[in-house]
């Protein structure tokens, strides 16, 4: 299939942008609806953390999902996605930062290092940061492509942490985090078996082209 | 153990229960009846006044459970989803005031029923209320067991009619850090236990939640808690007269949400530690298991009195979040024993509560 022109990517752009904010619009919504049910925090907790590990699942899945549907323009949305990802993450942080700790530091000083989840969740959201302000072309520019993937390389392991918070944050029944946990498994399994797959086939093309 | 009865059985039972004590002019024909009996016959001159007043008891007692039979029909035949569960429901009679009451203004009826944790119908706060709503309250009966000298097995009708019923307006303090005001509807569990006349050697008592997976889903799961869920007080906590068995909530017929038609209320321990949906109460001589022990020893202890300055791994206790605040509102200090310190302090003395959490 050939790439799509330059305007109907930047119109799918539009749209993309607009429904990535949907999440955000529902809970302002009922917000102002008095909709967010009796512990309207723990609503915007939970929502705005729901949104974070799948934001950064779908970002995860841009790569294998162009290489398998050969669809490469697809990669031009990735940055959005994952920039989507962090903006939900700071979201949430920021519930935790107001409306659960009204800014508080010792107390969330306490929190961090005290309880896993909430430790695990700031590492999380620590590793997105640098990604988030090196997101620009001219930070890729100035790394270097190589080094920039390097670094970007960080999103497997904020993902991973977001998982492990989810699943240390539940009581019970871990059905909930343990689906995102597959899914995340899946997409660094198949990224594990591309890896391998370019590696031997490297190796077997060495002495190939030696000869 | 279950102790539902086949489905045969209860669609029989709708059907001759349905007509006569619904809310129509019928229901309070039934109740001017029963109401108006003491006032023909000036039996308070005649009658003892123990007496009289037991033979009242017996009137509310009839009262109530006309009304809790009405009420559980009504719940299981109201189909509208997000209304607030029985909110013109069967309002049970004859309650009186207790000295135990808080002066907090009570969190909302919607909140009650529509936020809370019940396992057994699912891990979200706000499912219980749809899933719970056919939940059948009738029959039901209590195994009274162990160190007693009378073993028995109560009808809930006539638990209802154990003692007179008081309103215990309570605070109510879940582990996950947020609170409620609950006007529960209840009696001092020590009536019951007084009545089943305790042997010496009842150190402790275990509540039993009813085990029943054609109703309560999760309980055909086995990755949510073990079921059923078991709860356990020390003899001198369940004598306490703040200890009370709840049966109704804001003067009404108690919701099946929030634990119908038995549940426990300790208001001076984490929610968790007051059992819903009890079918048995056993005395025994040992420390009887509890669920969520079981399940995190580290977390939860068997005593899990409300401690602000007992850590837990998940969440601070030293604050909670008042149900019913403003999102922007700070979150209020949580207090010793979930501010019953004066009346069970005592029970604790010399105990390290750092340790026995």
Known sequence: ?211 | MSVSLPGTIHLERRRLVSRPIQRGPGYNRLRNMLIKKPDDIPSSEITPKSQYLSRRKFMFGAVATGAALAGGYYLRTSSEIDQPVAADGVKLSGIVKSQFSTTEKPTSFKDITNYNNYYEFSTDKYEPNGLARNFRTRPWTVKIDGHVKRAKTLDIDSIMKLAPLEERIYRHRCVEGWSMVIPWVGFPLSALINQAEPLGKAKFVAFETIKAPDQMPNQKRRDVLPWPYVEGLRMDEAMHPLAILVVGLYDEVLPNVDGAPLRLAVPWKYGFKSIKAIVRISFTDYMPPTTWNQMAPDEYGFYSNVNPTKDHPRWSQASERKIGASIFAAKQRTLMFNGYADQVAGLYSGMDLQKYY
Request: charged share 15%; proline share 4%.
């Open chain 1, 1 to 211: 299939m050939k790439s799509p022109s330059l305007a109907v990517v930047r119109a799918l752009k539009v749209a993309v942008f607009l429904v990535c904010l949907a999440p955000l619009s529902v809970l302002v919504w009922k917000g102002f609806h008095e909709q967010l049910g009796a512990n309207p925090v723990d609503v915007i907790t939970r929502s705005t953390g729901k949104w974070t590990l799948t934001f950064l699942l779908i970002t995860l899945s841009v790569t294998p999902l162009r290489k398998l549907t050969h669809l490469p323009w697809l990669v031009r949305f990735r940055r959005m996605l994952g920039l989507f990802a962090f903006f939900y993450g700071s979201l949430h942080l920021m519930t935790f930062v107001w409306l659960d700790k009204f800014f508080n530091v010792q107390e969330m000083l306490h929190d961090i290092a005290k309880r896993r989840f909430i430790t695990a969740g700031m590492t999380a959201w620590a590793l997105l940061l640098p990604l988030a302000l090196t997101s620009t072309a001219g930070w890729i520019r100035r790394l270097g492509g190589k080094r920039w993937q390097q670094l970007h390389r960080l999103i497997y392991f904020s993902a991973a942490a977001g998982v492990v918070h989810f699943i240390w944050l539940v009581k019970a029944d871990l059905r909930r985090p343990l689906t995102y946990g597959f899914v995340l498994a899946g997409l660094l399994a198949y990224r594990g078996a591309s890896w391998l797959i370019a590696r031997t086939r490297s190796r077997a093309s060495v002495p190939a082209t030696e000869s």
